[in-house]
């Protein structure tokens, strides 16, 4: 529930009325949930099978020297994409966070000159 009240006063302090606002905000909570958890199922569907890849490309990569210089080439392609698509995904979490105000920001002392 959102609550908020106002009164109206004239100069002299007289009170001549009141405005009250009460707005349930129960539904708006709930899709919120329903985005966070939709936002958790993604992001853990789309890691599964990222690490699967991952793990076979180390495995290839044990291999180098005995595969041809165009599955090398493959393997760094193939990783280059595992990277963009943990950034991606992480990405996405992190977006979920801060929507959700999940992430609280970290104040510490710097030095000015830092900031020139």
């Not at 990783?79 to 992190?94: A, C, K, P």
Request: net charge positive; proline share 5%; with cysteine.
């Amino acid at each position: 529930m959102f609550f908020c009240q106002a009164r109206a006063v004239e100069s002299r302090g007289v009170v001549y009325g009141a405005l009250l606002v009460l707005h349930d905000v129960t539904a708006e909570r709930e899709l919120q949930a329903l985005r966070e958890r939709f936002l958790q199922a993604i992001v853990h569907d789309l890691r599964g099978p990222i690490t699967t890849i991952s793990g076979w490309v180390e495995i290839l990569q044990g291999k180098k020297g005995n595969l041809p210089p165009l599955a090398e080439k493959g393997i760094k392609m193939v990783q280059s994409g595992i990277r963009n698509m943990t950034e991606l995904v992480d990405n996405i979490l992190d977006s979920a966070k801060l929507k959700a105000g999940g992430v609280r920001p970290m104040l510490a002392p710097i030095p000015i000159a830092a900031l020139l």
